[in-house]
């Protein structure tokens, strides 16, 4: 009887040694690389929500950003603030950097590093019209401006003064001004050097933000940042102080699903857009080919995927607006002879549309014009060819079955008046008429029933004497 308890008892102790066990007190990690949208700020609350259910010692977030959305980065930062764990934001490896909403990310958290050879800042807002043309406040006068900030500061141009433009512009820029403020006050951080990132758009090395007081480290590598953090003092936002306790504790990687991978992908606009223009081209092979069907239900998912896609970022009416003029366009170009024009105006409402689709100044999540215009001329092209052959295969006369018998013309073998033989094609037809035809009068086929054809004269005059 012991023995076969043992013998149980042995694959149980295996079965439960395989048990993932959730690491209580260790630190999760979480890697934010790449632009700030929706799918990255939901991942990062899911990872906090994990790490504060697992009760975790710290929250590390590795940035490598751009920027991104401000409604993605709001997201995160409230997340950041709300945390009942202590966050950590390292820019890093060497190379990355934290700019535009990255900077307000990495101001915010309880601790902020950087890696050597990284970079944070130019942080000032952009707005756009249309998404199409950035807008911005024009720099500060210069007393030797260099001929490269000189360009610069042409790139986008600036709003009017009094304008209704440069009134949101101050107030955008006064709100993101008052929370730096705010949050680097409360961290014990230089809310002076931070307002510079965002009024004079300044970027700061690694050493430059640390002797700026924006960051409380410069360090290598993580693991040299959590031996660094062991035994720190942290002021939560709260007033409370919590003491790192870190090293030596595990660390548990927090991956982002497949659904968030997949959903990354598609919320890239150039990735979106070209689904959409492949989709639409696919449905209209299947309309115009029906009976295909492979081309319709691909064609179908490519535009799910892109409505998808789109669905996480702001739509410009007004690029809209011009894809589907862009379609109109295409289909007039063949129905109605224009020599090209409309298809030609078709290629250039698409391309327009496809650049001012996405309502971001953000040129990160803007699409691509080279992408755009690329598209939008193979696409016109392909439509207005398969559509051109499609509308000839319409017009085009029937030549085979019952109606293709109509309108030929033959020669009479015996009188058809009332049943006779006649040659058609080469092939000898019963045949009926309503006058009597003499043998060798060429007549034409009006009608059919069934395998009898009725024939008239070419030559009313060549009736039979």
């Given at each position: 009887?012991t023995?076969?308890?043992?013998?149980?008892?042995?694959?149980?102790?295996?079965?439960?040694?395989?048990v993932?066990?959730?690491?209580?007190?260790?630190?999760?990690?979480?890697?934010?690389?790449?632009?700030?949208?929706?799918?990255?700020?939901?991942?990062?609350?899911?990872?906090?929500?994990?790490?504060?259910?697992e009760?975790?010692?710290?929250i590390?977030?590795?940035?490598?950003?751009?920027?991104?959305?401000?409604?993605?980065?709001?997201?995160?930062?409230?997340?950041?603030?709300?945390?009942?764990?202590?966050?950590?934001?390292?820019?890093?490896?060497?190379?990355?950097?934290?700019?535009?909403?990255g900077?307000?990310?990495?101001?915010?958290?309880d601790?902020?590093?950087?890696?050597?050879?990284?970079?944070?800042?130019?942080?000032?807002?952009?707005?756009?019209?249309?998404?199409?043309?950035?807008?911005?406040?024009?720099?500060?006068p210069?007393?030797?401006?260099?001929?490269?900030?000189?360009?610069?500061?042409?790139?986008?141009?600036?709003?009017?003064?009094?304008?209704?433009?440069?009134?949101?512009?101050?107030?955008?820029?006064?709100?993101?001004?008052?929370?730096?403020?705010?949050?680097?006050?409360?961290?014990?951080?230089?809310?002076?050097?931070?307002?510079?990132?965002?009024?004079?758009?300044?970027?700061?090395?690694?050493?430059?933000?640390?002797?700026?007081?924006?960051?409380?480290?410069?360090?290598?590598s993580?693991?040299?940042?959590?031996?660094?953090?062991?035994?720190?003092?942290?002021?939560?936002?709260?007033?409370?102080?919590?003491?790192?306790?870190?090293?030596?504790?595990?660390?548990?990687?927090?991956?982002?699903?497949?659904?968030?991978?997949?959903?990354?992908?598609?919320?890239?606009?150039?990735?979106?857009?070209?689904?959409?223009?492949?989709?639409?081209?696919?449905?209209?092979?299947?309309?115009?080919?029906?009976?295909?069907?492979?081309?319709?239900?691909?064609?179908?998912?490519?535009?799910?995927?892109?409505?998808?896609?789109?669905?996480?970022?702001?739509?410009?009416?007004?690029?809209?607006?011009?894809?589907?003029?862009?379609?109109?366009?295409?289909?007039?170009?063949?129905?109605?002879?224009?020599?090209?024009?409309?298809?030609?105006?078709?290629?250039?409402?698409?391309?327009?549309?496809?650049?001012?689709?996405?309502?971001?100044?953000?040129?990160?999540?803007?699409?691509?014009?080279?992408?755009?215009?690329?598209a939008?001329?193979?696409f016109?092209?392909?439509?207005?060819?398969?559509?051109?052959?499609?509308?000839?295969?319409?017009?085009?006369?029937?030549?085979?079955?019952?109606?293709?018998?109509?309108?030929?013309?033959?020669?009479?073998?015996?009188?058809?008046?009332?049943?006779?033989?006649?040659?058609?094609?080469?092939?000898?037809?019963?045949?009926?008429?309503?006058?009597?035809?003499?043998?060798?009068?060429?007549?034409?086929?009006?009608?059919?029933e069934?395998?009898?054809?009725?024939?008239?004269?070419?030559?009313?005059?060549?009736?039979?004497?």
């Amino acid at each position: 009887m012991t023995s076969r308890s043992s013998m149980l008892g042995i694959p149980l102790a295996i079965a439960l040694s395989l048990v993932t066990v959730p690491a209580r007190g260790a630190v999760h990690r979480v890697v934010l690389d790449g632009t700030i949208d929706p799918i990255h700020a939901e991942y990062v609350g899911r990872a906090m929500d994990l790490a504060e259910r697992e009760s975790s010692r710290l929250i590390l977030i590795r940035l490598d950003t751009p920027g991104g959305l401000v409604d993605a980065m709001e997201d995160i930062l409230r997340r950041v603030l709300s945390s009942r764990i202590p966050v950590a934001i390292y820019v890093g490896p060497p190379g990355a950097k934290a700019a535009s909403a990255g900077f307000f990310l990495l101001v915010s958290a309880d601790v902020a590093a950087m890696a050597p050879g990284t970079r944070t800042g130019a942080a000032h807002p952009i707005l756009s019209i249309g998404g199409f043309m950035p807008l911005q406040e024009p720099a500060p006068p210069s007393q030797d401006p260099k001929p490269d900030e000189a360009q610069s500061q042409e790139k986008a141009p600036a709003p009017p003064k009094g304008s209704q433009t440069d009134i949101l512009m101050q107030k955008v820029t006064n709100d993101i001004q008052a929370f730096l403020r705010d949050v680097t006050t409360r961290r014990g951080r230089n809310p002076e050097e931070a307002a510079k990132a965002v009024a004079e758009s300044r970027s700061f090395s690694a050493t430059e933000a640390l002797d700026a007081g924006l960051i409380d480290l410069v360090v290598g590598s993580e693991a040299d940042l959590l031996r660094q953090l062991e035994g720190r003092e942290v002021r939560r936002l709260d007033g409370s102080v919590t003491t790192l306790s870190v090293v030596d504790q595990p660390i548990v990687d927090v991956p982002m699903t497949l659904r968030e991978r997949v959903l990354s992908v598609l919320v890239n606009p150039n990735v979106a857009f070209l689904m959409a223009i492949v989709g639409a081209l696919l449905i209209y092979v299947e309309i115009t080919h029906a009976g295909l069907v492979l081309p319709g239900v691909i064609g179908g998912l490519l535009l799910l995927m892109a409505v998808a896609g789109f669905s996480f970022l702001p739509i410009s009416v007004t690029g809209l607006l011009l894809v589907l003029a862009a379609l109109g366009l295409f289909v007039a170009e063949v129905l109605v002879s224009s020599f090209g024009l409309l298809g030609l105006l078709g290629v250039v409402a698409l391309a327009l549309g496809g650049i001012m689709l996405v309502d971001v100044p953000d040129p990160e999540f803007r699409v691509a014009p080279a992408i755009a215009i690329s598209a939008a001329l193979a696409f016109g092209l392909l439509v207005v060819f398969l559509g051109t052959l499609a509308v000839r295969a319409m017009r085009k006369r029937v030549t085979t079955g019952s109606e293709g018998m109509i309108g030929e013309e033959g020669v009479v073998v015996t009188d058809p008046h009332p049943e006779g033989r006649v040659q058609v094609r080469g092939e000898y037809w019963r045949a009926v008429s309503p006058m009597s035809l003499a043998p060798g009068t060429r007549v034409r086929c009006v009608g059919m029933e069934g395998l009898t054809i009725r024939v008239e004269p070419l030559d009313p005059e060549s009736r039979k004497a």
